[in-house]
Protein backbone atom coordinates (compact mmCIF):
# COMPACT_ATOMS: atom_id res chain seq x y z
CA UNK A 1 0.00 0.00 0.00
CA UNK A 2 2.94 2.00 0.33
CA UNK A 3 3.14 4.89 -2.61
CA UNK A 4 -0.38 4.58 -3.11
CA UNK A 5 -1.85 8.33 -3.49
CA UNK A 6 -4.79 9.44 -3.84
CA UNK A 7 -4.85 11.21 -6.83
CA UNK A 8 -2.10 10.01 -9.20
CA UNK A 9 -0.19 12.25 -11.74
CA UNK A 10 -3.08 12.25 -14.33
CA UNK A 11 -5.48 13.24 -12.09
CA UNK A 12 -6.96 9.90 -11.55
CA UNK A 13 -8.22 7.65 -8.52
CA UNK A 14 -7.10 4.68 -6.95
CA UNK A 15 -10.05 3.30 -8.78
CA UNK A 16 -9.86 5.31 -11.95
CA UNK A 17 -12.07 8.51 -11.34
CA UNK A 18 -12.05 11.62 -11.77
CA UNK A 19 -12.12 14.06 -9.00
CA UNK A 20 -15.98 15.03 -9.70
CA UNK A 21 -17.46 11.47 -10.64
CA UNK A 22 -19.50 9.45 -8.91
CA UNK A 23 -19.27 5.81 -8.86
CA UNK A 24 -22.35 4.14 -10.41
CA UNK A 25 -25.44 4.06 -8.71
CA UNK A 26 -28.11 1.09 -9.12
CA UNK A 27 -31.09 0.84 -7.21
CA UNK A 28 -34.42 -1.28 -7.17
CA UNK A 29 -37.23 -0.47 -4.94
CA UNK A 30 -40.05 -2.84 -3.82
CA UNK A 31 -37.38 -5.81 -3.36
CA UNK A 32 -39.18 -8.03 -0.70
CA UNK A 33 -42.70 -8.39 0.15
CA UNK A 34 -43.45 -8.42 3.58
CA UNK A 35 -41.86 -4.88 4.66
CA UNK A 36 -44.04 -2.23 3.94
CA UNK A 37 -41.71 -0.41 1.64
CA UNK A 38 -38.52 -1.87 0.95
CA UNK A 39 -35.30 -1.10 -1.90
CA UNK A 40 -31.87 -2.23 -2.67
CA UNK A 41 -29.11 0.39 -4.07
CA UNK A 42 -25.34 -0.11 -4.59
CA UNK A 43 -22.88 2.78 -4.83
CA UNK A 44 -20.33 1.43 -6.44
CA UNK A 45 -19.17 -1.91 -4.31
CA UNK A 46 -20.84 -1.00 -1.62
CA UNK A 47 -24.28 -2.49 -1.44
CA UNK A 48 -27.28 -1.60 1.11
CA UNK A 49 -30.99 -2.94 2.00
CA UNK A 50 -33.40 -0.86 3.38
CA UNK A 51 -36.77 -1.75 5.05
CA UNK A 52 -39.81 0.63 6.10
CA UNK A 53 -42.56 -0.81 8.02
CA UNK A 54 -44.75 1.92 8.65
CA UNK A 55 -46.57 4.02 9.62
CA UNK A 56 -48.13 1.71 12.28
CA UNK A 57 -49.63 1.65 15.48
CA UNK A 58 -46.86 1.95 18.83
CA UNK A 59 -48.15 -1.34 21.02
CA UNK A 60 -45.17 -2.24 23.22
CA UNK A 61 -43.37 1.01 24.43
CA UNK A 62 -46.30 3.79 25.29
CA UNK A 63 -43.74 6.29 26.13
CA UNK A 64 -42.27 6.14 22.84
CA UNK A 65 -45.36 8.36 21.34
CA UNK A 66 -45.44 12.15 20.48
CA UNK A 67 -49.07 13.41 20.48
CA UNK A 68 -48.70 15.62 17.48
CA UNK A 69 -46.09 13.38 15.07
CA UNK A 70 -44.97 10.00 14.36
CA UNK A 71 -41.85 8.40 16.12
CA UNK A 72 -39.20 7.69 13.42
CA UNK A 73 -36.99 4.46 14.95
CA UNK A 74 -33.76 4.00 12.57
CA UNK A 75 -31.36 0.81 12.90
CA UNK A 76 -28.45 0.63 11.00
CA UNK A 77 -26.84 -2.72 10.76
CA UNK A 78 -23.49 -4.61 8.93
CA UNK A 79 -23.70 -7.90 8.09
CA UNK A 80 -21.00 -9.66 9.53
CA UNK A 81 -19.37 -10.57 6.02
CA UNK A 82 -19.86 -6.85 4.40
CA UNK A 83 -16.75 -5.80 5.85
CA UNK A 84 -12.79 -7.54 4.26
CA UNK A 85 -12.14 -8.64 8.16
CA UNK A 86 -15.10 -10.77 9.48
CA UNK A 87 -17.26 -8.40 11.88
CA UNK A 88 -18.01 -9.62 15.06
CA UNK A 89 -21.13 -8.06 15.90
CA UNK A 90 -23.75 -6.66 13.51
CA UNK A 91 -25.46 -3.78 15.26
CA UNK A 92 -25.55 -2.80 18.99
CA UNK A 93 -22.03 -1.03 18.91
CA UNK A 94 -21.46 2.42 19.94
CA UNK A 95 -20.60 3.24 16.48
CA UNK A 96 -23.85 1.85 15.44
CA UNK A 97 -26.01 3.48 18.10
CA UNK A 98 -24.13 6.75 16.92
CA UNK A 99 -25.20 6.12 13.34
CA UNK A 100 -28.90 4.89 14.43
CA UNK A 101 -29.41 8.48 16.21
CA UNK A 102 -27.90 10.25 13.15
CA UNK A 103 -30.56 8.46 11.00
CA UNK A 104 -33.28 9.45 13.25
CA UNK A 105 -32.18 13.19 12.88
CA UNK A 106 -32.09 13.01 9.05
CA UNK A 107 -35.32 11.70 8.62
CA UNK A 108 -37.16 13.25 11.39
CA UNK A 109 -36.61 16.41 9.63
CA UNK A 110 -37.41 14.93 6.09
CA UNK A 111 -40.64 13.05 6.76
CA UNK A 112 -43.98 15.07 6.98
CA UNK A 113 -44.48 13.44 10.36
CA UNK A 114 -46.93 15.52 11.24
CA UNK A 115 -49.44 14.02 9.46
CA UNK A 116 -49.14 10.40 11.37
CA UNK A 117 -49.39 11.23 15.34
CA UNK A 118 -49.32 8.89 17.72
CA UNK A 119 -47.48 6.65 15.25
CA UNK A 120 -44.34 4.90 14.38
CA UNK A 121 -42.62 4.41 11.19
CA UNK A 122 -39.57 2.09 11.46
CA UNK A 123 -36.30 2.12 8.83
CA UNK A 124 -34.23 -0.90 9.13
CA UNK A 125 -30.68 -0.95 7.60
CA UNK A 126 -28.87 -3.69 6.31
CA UNK A 127 -25.33 -3.11 4.39
CA UNK A 128 -24.22 -6.44 3.17
CA UNK A 129 -20.99 -5.05 1.42
CA UNK A 130 -19.21 -2.20 2.58
CA UNK A 131 -16.93 -0.28 0.30
CA UNK A 132 -16.64 3.35 1.51
CA UNK A 133 -19.88 5.74 2.37
CA UNK A 134 -22.05 3.55 4.00
CA UNK A 135 -24.01 6.07 5.88
CA UNK A 136 -24.49 7.80 2.70
CA UNK A 137 -25.69 4.36 0.54
CA UNK A 138 -27.96 4.07 3.82
CA UNK A 139 -29.69 7.31 3.73
CA UNK A 140 -30.24 6.99 -0.29
CA UNK A 141 -31.60 3.88 -0.02
CA UNK A 142 -33.88 4.62 2.86
CA UNK A 143 -35.06 7.59 1.27
CA UNK A 144 -35.87 4.95 -1.77
CA UNK A 145 -37.54 2.78 0.56
CA UNK A 146 -39.21 5.39 2.14
CA UNK A 147 -40.79 6.99 -1.23
CA UNK A 148 -41.50 2.99 -1.95
CA UNK A 149 -43.43 2.54 1.47
CA UNK A 150 -45.50 5.95 0.51
CA UNK A 151 -45.12 7.67 3.59
CA UNK A 152 -44.93 11.44 2.33
CA UNK A 153 -41.32 13.19 2.44
CA UNK A 154 -40.14 17.34 2.73
CA UNK A 155 -37.95 16.15 -0.49
CA UNK A 156 -35.20 13.82 -1.53
CA UNK A 157 -33.21 12.82 1.04
CA UNK A 158 -29.69 12.54 -0.82
CA UNK A 159 -26.48 11.54 0.65
CA UNK A 160 -22.88 12.20 -0.65
CA UNK A 161 -19.16 12.11 1.29
CA UNK A 162 -16.26 14.28 -0.48
CA UNK A 163 -12.76 14.70 0.91
CA UNK A 164 -9.46 16.42 -0.02
CA UNK A 165 -6.49 15.20 -1.42
CA UNK A 166 -3.28 16.65 -0.67
CA UNK A 167 -1.74 19.31 -2.66
CA UNK A 168 1.01 17.53 -5.55
CA UNK A 169 3.56 19.47 -7.21
CA UNK A 170 2.34 23.09 -6.28
CA UNK A 171 -0.93 22.52 -7.27
CA UNK A 172 -3.77 23.46 -4.50
CA UNK A 173 -5.46 20.43 -3.14
CA UNK A 174 -8.27 18.99 -4.92
CA UNK A 175 -11.75 18.17 -3.58
CA UNK A 176 -12.67 14.68 -4.54
CA UNK A 177 -16.44 12.82 -4.22
CA UNK A 178 -17.63 9.83 -3.45
CA UNK A 179 -15.05 8.66 -1.34
CA UNK A 180 -14.83 4.79 -1.23
CA UNK A 181 -12.99 2.35 1.18
CA UNK A 182 -9.37 2.73 0.32
CA UNK A 183 -9.55 6.33 0.20
CA UNK A 184 -11.44 6.31 3.54
CA UNK A 185 -8.48 4.22 4.85
CA UNK A 186 -5.63 6.39 3.48
CA UNK A 187 -6.26 9.42 5.37
CA UNK A 188 -7.77 12.73 4.67
CA UNK A 189 -10.86 14.54 6.11
CA UNK A 190 -14.24 12.98 5.21
CA UNK A 191 -17.01 14.45 4.87
CA UNK A 192 -20.36 13.74 4.84
CA UNK A 193 -23.42 15.75 4.05
CA UNK A 194 -27.28 14.86 3.87
CA UNK A 195 -29.57 17.50 1.75
CA UNK A 196 -32.64 18.08 0.59
CA UNK A 197 -31.09 18.85 -3.45
CA UNK A 198 -34.58 20.83 -4.38
CA UNK A 199 -35.42 22.54 -1.05
CA UNK A 200 -31.26 23.55 -1.15
CA UNK A 201 -30.91 22.82 2.32
CA UNK A 202 -28.58 20.63 4.68
CA UNK A 203 -29.85 18.38 7.14
CA UNK A 204 -26.81 16.04 8.15
CA UNK A 205 -22.93 16.99 8.09
CA UNK A 206 -20.32 15.16 9.69
CA UNK A 207 -16.84 15.38 9.44
CA UNK A 208 -14.36 12.43 10.79
CA UNK A 209 -10.97 12.05 9.70
CA UNK A 210 -7.87 14.62 10.02
CA UNK A 211 -8.81 18.31 10.31
CA UNK A 212 -9.59 20.22 7.72
CA UNK A 213 -8.47 24.14 7.26
CA UNK A 214 -11.18 26.69 7.09
CA UNK A 215 -10.13 27.57 3.66
CA UNK A 216 -11.01 24.31 2.00
CA UNK A 217 -13.89 23.62 3.87
CA UNK A 218 -16.21 25.55 0.85
CA UNK A 219 -14.52 23.37 -1.81
CA UNK A 220 -15.17 20.45 -0.03
CA UNK A 221 -18.92 21.21 1.49
CA UNK A 222 -19.58 22.30 -2.77
CA UNK A 223 -18.29 19.06 -3.45
CA UNK A 224 -20.61 17.26 -1.37
CA UNK A 225 -23.49 19.30 -1.84
CA UNK A 226 -23.14 18.83 -6.18
CA UNK A 227 -22.88 15.14 -5.27
CA UNK A 228 -25.78 14.78 -3.63
CA UNK A 229 -27.88 16.64 -6.05
CA UNK A 230 -26.53 14.57 -9.06
CA UNK A 231 -27.78 10.85 -6.61
CA UNK A 232 -31.12 12.90 -6.42
CA UNK A 233 -31.33 13.00 -10.03
CA UNK A 234 -30.26 9.22 -10.28
CA UNK A 235 -33.07 8.43 -7.41
CA UNK A 236 -35.59 10.28 -9.29
CA UNK A 237 -35.29 8.98 -12.31
CA UNK A 238 -35.45 5.41 -10.73
CA UNK A 239 -38.53 6.41 -8.98
CA UNK A 240 -40.40 7.61 -12.17
CA UNK A 241 -38.83 4.11 -13.37
CA UNK A 242 -40.52 2.42 -10.81
CA UNK A 243 -43.92 3.71 -11.15
CA UNK A 244 -44.23 3.72 -14.48
CA UNK A 245 -43.59 -0.20 -14.81
CA UNK A 246 -46.09 -0.69 -11.42
CA UNK A 247 -48.72 1.37 -13.34
CA UNK A 248 -47.89 -1.18 -16.96
CA UNK A 249 -47.96 -4.02 -14.15
CA UNK A 250 -51.41 -3.22 -13.25
CA UNK A 251 -52.66 -2.61 -16.20
CA UNK A 252 -51.85 -5.64 -17.82
CA UNK A 253 -53.18 -7.49 -14.96
CA UNK A 254 -56.45 -5.69 -15.67
CA UNK A 255 -56.98 -3.54 -12.68
CA UNK A 256 -57.27 -0.97 -14.35
CA UNK A 257 -58.03 2.92 -14.13
CA UNK A 258 -61.67 2.04 -12.50
CA UNK A 259 -60.50 -0.45 -9.49
CA UNK B 1 -41.35 -14.95 13.18
CA UNK B 2 -44.57 -13.19 12.56
CA UNK B 3 -47.41 -13.95 14.22
CA UNK B 4 -50.03 -14.82 11.65
CA UNK B 5 -53.61 -14.28 12.98
CA UNK B 6 -56.34 -16.56 11.55
CA UNK B 7 -59.94 -17.24 11.97
CA UNK B 8 -61.11 -20.45 12.44
CA UNK B 9 -62.94 -20.56 9.28
CA UNK B 10 -59.82 -20.22 7.19
CA UNK B 11 -57.92 -22.85 9.44
CA UNK B 12 -61.30 -25.34 9.03
CA UNK B 13 -60.79 -24.76 5.33
CA UNK B 14 -56.91 -25.24 4.88
CA UNK B 15 -57.39 -28.54 7.10
CA UNK B 16 -60.48 -29.80 4.83
CA UNK B 17 -57.75 -28.72 1.74
CA UNK B 18 -54.73 -30.63 3.48
CA UNK B 19 -57.47 -33.89 3.50
CA UNK B 20 -57.47 -34.46 0.25
CA UNK B 21 -54.05 -33.50 -0.29
CA UNK B 22 -54.39 -30.09 -2.19
CA UNK B 23 -53.24 -27.06 -0.38
CA UNK B 24 -54.03 -22.85 -0.59
CA UNK B 25 -51.47 -22.39 -3.53
CA UNK B 26 -52.67 -25.57 -5.10
CA UNK B 27 -49.38 -28.19 -3.99
CA UNK B 28 -49.72 -31.32 -3.01
CA UNK B 29 -48.47 -32.37 0.56
CA UNK B 30 -45.20 -33.35 -0.18
CA UNK B 31 -43.75 -30.31 -2.91
CA UNK B 32 -41.81 -27.82 -2.31
CA UNK B 33 -42.54 -24.36 -3.43
CA UNK B 34 -40.47 -22.84 -6.54
CA UNK B 35 -36.52 -21.89 -5.41
CA UNK B 36 -34.35 -19.94 -6.16
CA UNK B 37 -30.58 -20.36 -5.99
CA UNK B 38 -27.83 -18.06 -6.30
CA UNK B 39 -24.27 -18.34 -5.88
CA UNK B 40 -20.90 -15.90 -5.52
CA UNK B 41 -23.19 -12.93 -4.44
CA UNK B 42 -20.72 -11.69 -1.46
CA UNK B 43 -17.39 -10.53 -3.36
CA UNK B 44 -15.85 -9.99 0.48
CA UNK B 45 -16.28 -14.15 1.27
CA UNK B 46 -14.65 -17.15 -0.16
CA UNK B 47 -18.27 -18.70 -0.77
CA UNK B 48 -22.01 -17.39 -0.42
CA UNK B 49 -25.23 -18.24 -1.74
CA UNK B 50 -28.32 -16.55 -1.64
CA UNK B 51 -31.68 -18.92 -1.27
CA UNK B 52 -35.05 -17.56 -2.06
CA UNK B 53 -37.97 -19.90 -1.15
CA UNK B 54 -41.39 -18.08 -1.81
CA UNK B 55 -41.20 -15.55 1.02
CA UNK B 56 -38.57 -16.46 2.96
CA UNK B 57 -35.01 -14.91 2.06
CA UNK B 58 -32.01 -16.16 3.19
CA UNK B 59 -28.22 -15.20 2.24
CA UNK B 60 -24.89 -17.42 3.56
CA UNK B 61 -21.69 -16.21 3.01
CA UNK B 62 -18.91 -18.42 4.34
CA UNK B 63 -15.21 -16.43 5.86
CA UNK B 64 -12.24 -18.93 6.33
CA UNK B 65 -9.86 -17.93 8.93
CA UNK B 66 -6.53 -19.54 9.95
CA UNK B 67 -7.08 -20.86 13.75
CA UNK B 68 -5.57 -23.42 16.14
CA UNK B 69 -6.95 -26.84 16.17
CA UNK B 70 -8.82 -27.97 19.67
CA UNK B 71 -7.12 -29.86 21.31
CA UNK B 72 -9.41 -32.64 21.25
CA UNK B 73 -9.05 -33.27 17.70
CA UNK B 74 -6.13 -31.96 17.04
CA UNK B 75 -6.18 -32.78 13.08
CA UNK B 76 -9.22 -31.46 12.18
CA UNK B 77 -10.46 -27.80 11.74
CA UNK B 78 -13.64 -25.62 13.01
CA UNK B 79 -17.29 -25.09 11.46
CA UNK B 80 -18.41 -22.01 13.37
CA UNK B 81 -21.70 -20.96 12.89
CA UNK B 82 -23.26 -17.44 13.17
CA UNK B 83 -26.73 -16.64 12.54
CA UNK B 84 -28.43 -13.14 12.10
CA UNK B 85 -31.99 -12.05 12.05
CA UNK B 86 -31.83 -8.73 10.01
CA UNK B 87 -34.73 -6.70 11.42
CA UNK B 88 -35.43 -6.29 7.74
CA UNK B 89 -37.31 -9.38 8.07
CA UNK B 90 -39.64 -8.42 10.96
CA UNK B 91 -39.96 -5.40 13.36
CA UNK B 92 -39.50 -8.13 15.63
CA UNK B 93 -36.20 -8.91 14.96
CA UNK B 94 -35.17 -5.39 15.61
CA UNK B 95 -31.81 -4.86 18.18
CA UNK B 96 -31.85 -8.31 20.17
CA UNK B 97 -35.02 -9.17 19.27
CA UNK B 98 -34.26 -12.01 17.13
CA UNK B 99 -30.86 -13.14 19.00
CA UNK B 100 -33.20 -16.35 20.04
CA UNK B 101 -34.10 -17.63 16.87
CA UNK B 102 -30.59 -16.97 16.01
CA UNK B 103 -28.99 -19.51 18.65
CA UNK B 104 -31.52 -21.88 18.11
CA UNK B 105 -31.06 -22.32 14.29
CA UNK B 106 -27.41 -21.88 14.67
CA UNK B 107 -27.11 -24.64 17.30
CA UNK B 108 -29.30 -26.93 15.13
CA UNK B 109 -27.23 -26.32 12.05
CA UNK B 110 -24.28 -27.01 14.04
CA UNK B 111 -25.53 -30.51 15.35
CA UNK B 112 -26.76 -31.35 11.52
CA UNK B 113 -22.71 -30.76 10.17
CA UNK B 114 -21.36 -32.19 13.83
CA UNK B 115 -21.30 -35.64 12.23
CA UNK B 116 -17.84 -36.57 10.21
CA UNK B 117 -20.01 -37.85 7.38
CA UNK B 118 -21.68 -34.90 6.28
CA UNK B 119 -18.76 -32.60 6.50
CA UNK B 120 -15.07 -34.18 6.63
CA UNK B 121 -13.60 -31.36 9.17
CA UNK B 122 -9.84 -33.27 8.75
CA UNK B 123 -9.42 -31.94 5.33
CA UNK B 124 -9.35 -28.61 6.88
CA UNK B 125 -6.58 -28.92 8.55
CA UNK B 126 -3.13 -26.99 7.56
CA UNK B 127 -0.78 -28.25 10.39
CA UNK B 128 -1.66 -31.28 12.50
CA UNK B 129 -1.96 -29.72 15.89
CA UNK B 130 -1.02 -26.45 15.26
CA UNK B 131 -3.12 -24.90 12.13
CA UNK B 132 -6.32 -25.50 10.78
CA UNK B 133 -9.06 -23.56 8.91
CA UNK B 134 -12.19 -22.26 10.68
CA UNK B 135 -14.97 -21.75 7.80
CA UNK B 136 -17.32 -18.96 9.56
CA UNK B 137 -20.61 -19.76 8.00
CA UNK B 138 -22.40 -16.96 8.30
CA UNK B 139 -26.62 -16.77 7.42
CA UNK B 140 -28.30 -13.23 6.91
CA UNK B 141 -32.05 -13.93 7.14
CA UNK B 142 -33.46 -11.32 5.22
CA UNK B 143 -37.39 -12.16 4.92
CA UNK B 144 -39.15 -15.11 6.96
CA UNK B 145 -41.74 -16.36 5.17
CA UNK B 146 -42.12 -20.33 6.59
CA UNK B 147 -39.26 -23.27 6.28
CA UNK B 148 -36.85 -20.88 7.69
CA UNK B 149 -34.32 -23.73 8.21
CA UNK B 150 -35.03 -25.50 5.32
CA UNK B 151 -33.54 -22.34 3.27
CA UNK B 152 -30.70 -22.03 5.70
CA UNK B 153 -29.70 -25.68 5.35
CA UNK B 154 -29.80 -25.08 1.41
CA UNK B 155 -27.89 -21.66 1.80
CA UNK B 156 -25.25 -23.39 4.03
CA UNK B 157 -24.78 -26.59 1.42
CA UNK B 158 -24.80 -23.90 -1.87
CA UNK B 159 -22.41 -21.51 0.16
CA UNK B 160 -20.47 -24.37 0.42
CA UNK B 161 -20.19 -25.88 -2.87
CA UNK B 162 -19.00 -21.83 -4.36
CA UNK B 163 -16.19 -21.79 -1.38
CA UNK B 164 -13.07 -21.81 -2.21
CA UNK B 165 -10.19 -22.85 -0.12
CA UNK B 166 -6.42 -20.92 -0.47
CA UNK B 167 -3.89 -22.92 -0.74
CA UNK B 168 -1.54 -22.79 2.21
CA UNK B 169 2.11 -23.66 2.61
CA UNK B 170 5.03 -23.43 5.93
CA UNK B 171 7.68 -21.26 4.79
CA UNK B 172 9.86 -21.35 8.07
CA UNK B 173 9.59 -21.76 11.82
CA UNK B 174 10.46 -19.48 14.33
CA UNK B 175 10.87 -20.54 17.60
CA UNK B 176 7.72 -22.58 17.62
CA UNK B 177 5.52 -19.82 15.89
CA UNK B 178 4.77 -20.83 12.31
CA UNK B 179 4.98 -18.97 9.23
CA UNK B 180 2.26 -19.49 6.73
CA UNK B 181 2.15 -18.28 3.19
CA UNK B 182 -0.62 -18.51 0.88
CA UNK B 183 -0.11 -20.21 -2.90
CA UNK B 184 0.73 -17.88 -6.15
CA UNK B 185 -2.22 -17.30 -8.63
CA UNK B 186 0.39 -19.59 -10.67
CA UNK B 187 0.22 -22.82 -8.65
CA UNK B 188 -3.65 -22.90 -8.68
CA UNK B 189 -4.68 -20.31 -5.85
CA UNK B 190 -7.37 -22.22 -4.20
CA UNK B 191 -9.15 -25.48 -3.97
CA UNK B 192 -13.16 -26.53 -3.53
CA UNK B 193 -14.47 -28.50 -0.29
CA UNK B 194 -16.01 -31.33 -0.84
CA UNK B 195 -19.48 -30.86 0.48
CA UNK B 196 -21.33 -33.30 -1.77
CA UNK B 197 -22.55 -35.26 1.52
CA UNK B 198 -23.24 -31.77 3.85
CA UNK B 199 -27.03 -32.51 5.01
CA UNK B 200 -30.57 -30.78 4.07
CA UNK B 201 -32.81 -30.08 6.98
CA UNK B 202 -36.26 -30.37 6.22
CA UNK B 203 -39.02 -29.41 8.13
CA UNK B 204 -42.32 -31.76 8.81
CA UNK B 205 -45.46 -29.75 9.82
CA UNK B 206 -48.18 -32.20 11.67
CA UNK B 207 -52.11 -31.09 10.69
CA UNK B 208 -54.20 -33.64 12.12
CA UNK B 209 -52.72 -36.86 10.41
CA UNK B 210 -51.23 -35.26 7.84
CA UNK B 211 -47.74 -34.38 6.98
CA UNK B 212 -46.98 -30.92 4.90
CA UNK B 213 -43.51 -30.12 3.65
CA UNK B 214 -42.35 -26.75 3.10
CA UNK B 215 -45.92 -25.37 4.88
CA UNK B 216 -46.42 -21.48 4.01
CA UNK B 217 -46.64 -19.05 7.50
CA UNK B 218 -50.53 -19.87 7.45
CA UNK B 219 -50.34 -23.20 7.30
CA UNK B 220 -47.70 -23.23 9.88
CA UNK B 221 -50.63 -21.52 12.33
CA UNK B 222 -52.57 -24.06 11.82
CA UNK B 223 -50.18 -27.21 12.79
CA UNK B 224 -49.94 -29.02 16.19
CA UNK B 225 -46.27 -30.05 15.74
CA UNK B 226 -43.40 -30.04 13.76
CA UNK B 227 -40.12 -31.80 12.80
CA UNK B 228 -37.14 -30.95 11.12
CA UNK B 229 -34.98 -33.66 10.10
CA UNK B 230 -31.47 -33.21 8.62
CA UNK B 231 -31.18 -35.52 5.67
CA UNK B 232 -27.87 -36.53 3.89
CA UNK B 233 -27.78 -37.65 0.14
CA UNK B 234 -26.61 -41.32 1.56
CA UNK B 235 -29.94 -41.64 3.14
CA UNK B 236 -28.66 -40.93 6.41
CA UNK B 237 -30.25 -39.00 9.28
CA UNK B 238 -27.63 -36.45 10.87
CA UNK B 239 -30.13 -34.96 12.95
CA UNK B 240 -33.28 -34.16 14.34
CA UNK B 241 -35.37 -31.80 16.30
CA UNK B 242 -39.35 -30.86 17.43
CA UNK B 243 -39.45 -27.66 17.63
CA UNK B 244 -42.19 -25.10 19.94
CA UNK B 245 -44.49 -26.55 22.14
CA UNK B 246 -46.51 -29.42 19.96
CA UNK B 247 -45.83 -33.20 20.45
CA UNK B 248 -46.15 -36.46 18.36
CA UNK B 249 -48.10 -39.36 19.63
CA UNK B 250 -45.48 -42.46 20.27
CA UNK B 251 -47.53 -44.94 19.48
CA UNK B 252 -48.97 -44.16 15.97
CA UNK B 253 -47.57 -44.62 13.04
CA UNK B 254 -47.46 -40.68 11.84
CA UNK B 255 -43.93 -40.51 13.65
CA UNK B 256 -42.48 -43.11 11.71
CA UNK B 257 -44.33 -42.09 8.74
CA UNK B 258 -42.72 -38.59 9.26
CA UNK B 259 -39.55 -39.52 9.36
CA UNK B 260 -39.85 -42.02 6.46
CA UNK B 261 -41.37 -39.32 4.29
CA UNK B 262 -38.34 -36.54 5.55
CA UNK B 263 -35.78 -39.02 4.39
CA UNK B 264 -37.50 -39.27 0.85
CA UNK B 265 -37.80 -35.65 0.50
CA UNK B 266 -34.61 -34.90 1.91
CA UNK B 267 -33.02 -37.11 -0.75
CA UNK B 268 -34.70 -35.53 -3.82
CA UNK B 269 -33.86 -32.07 -2.38
CA UNK B 270 -30.47 -32.85 -2.34
CA UNK B 271 -30.52 -34.63 -5.33
CA UNK B 272 -32.19 -31.12 -7.06
CA UNK B 273 -29.93 -28.82 -5.23
CA UNK B 274 -26.89 -30.58 -6.38
CA UNK B 275 -28.20 -30.20 -9.56
CA UNK B 276 -28.82 -26.50 -9.68
CA UNK B 277 -25.28 -25.91 -8.15
CA UNK B 278 -24.07 -27.93 -10.88
CA UNK B 279 -25.40 -26.16 -13.59
CA UNK B 280 -24.73 -22.97 -11.66
CA UNK B 281 -21.27 -23.32 -11.72
CA UNK B 282 -20.76 -24.84 -15.35
CA UNK B 283 -23.00 -21.93 -16.83
CA UNK B 284 -21.31 -19.31 -14.76
CA UNK B 285 -24.14 -16.56 -15.22
CA UNK B 286 -23.59 -13.22 -14.71
CA UNK B 287 -24.38 -12.26 -10.96
CA UNK B 288 -28.03 -10.65 -10.71
CA UNK B 289 -28.31 -10.52 -6.90
CA UNK B 290 -31.08 -7.97 -5.58
CA UNK B 291 -31.45 -5.68 -8.96
CA UNK B 292 -33.77 -8.67 -10.82
Not at chain 1, 62 to 87: G, W
Not at chain 2, 195 to 218: F, G, I, R
Request: charged share 25%; net charge negative.
Amino acid sequence: MAGLQLLSEYGLRVDGRRPNELRQIRCKMGVFSQPDGSAYLEQGNTKVLAAVYGPHEVRLNRSKTHHDRAYINCQFSMAVFSTSERKRRPRGDRKSQEMDMNLNQIFESAIRTELYPRSRIDIYLEVLQADGSNFSACVNAATLALIDAGIPLKDYVCSCTSTLAPSQGGAPPTPMVDVNHVEETLGGPGLNMSTLPRLDSVVHLELSGTRLHLSHIDPVAEKASTGAADIMAVLDKAVRGHVAQCLHARELSGQGADA
Amino acid sequence: MADILLSEAEKTFILHGVRDNVRNDGRSCSEFRPIELELGLVENANGSARVRLANTDVLVAVKCEIDNPSSNFPDEGKLDFFVDCSANATPQFEGKGGEQLAVELAALMSRAYQTRESFNLSTLSIIKGMKCWKLCIDVLILECGGSLIDAISMGTKAALADTKIPKVSVIGSDEGSLELELADEADGREEPLDWHHAPCLVTLNKLEDSLLVDASAEEEACCAAALIVGVSPNKKITTTSIPGHGSFLADSKVFTRALNLAVDVGVKLNTALEAAIKKHQTLKPPPRGFLD
